[in-house]
């Protein structure tokens, strides 16, 4: 598929807002699920948000529901998630994946990582 690279990590005050972004440099994303995930120090990989390959289903770890928006454009090969309200412990090394399938739910049906991307929230 190619490379998929993270970017708009950062350091924000709890309550602020980061959008990152994941492009793919490679063939087109349109037939891939894709999904963020993250880990923090001493802990294992999680889903933080996932979007079906064709747009039509969404699903949030219920930590991030109402607060974070994950959105995919084919035209532009990018997949966004905009992080709203964010709290300490949102803190983590951000990835973006994809696999070929509807949608990916587990790190174990990834066929592609991008290489993270830190976001940091101070309280």
């Known amino acids: 598929q190619g490379d998929l690279v993270e970017s708009g990590g950062g350091l924000v005050q709890a309550g602020g807002s980061l959008r990152l ?13 894709v999904a963020w995930f993250r880990q923090a ?10 979007i079906s390959y064709n747009n039509q289903i ?12 994950i959105s995919r454009d084919n035209a532009k090969n990018t997949v966004d998630l905009q992080m ?8 983590a090394v951000y990835y973006c994946a994809s696999a070929s399938t509807t949608i990916l739910l587990k ?4 066929d592609y990582w991008g290489q993270g991307t830190q976001v940091t929230v101070s309280s």
């Open 41 to 50: 120090p001493g802990q294992e990989r999680e889903l933080v948000a996932t």
């Open 107 to 110: 790190s174990e049906s990834v």
């Open 84 to 91: 709203d309200n964010l709290k300490p412990e949102d803190t």
């Open 21 to 33: 972004s994941c492009a793919n440099s490679g063939r087109p994303i349109r037939p891939y699920a």
């Open 58 to 69: 969404t699903h949030y770890t219920n930590s991030v529901k109402g607060r974070f928006t």
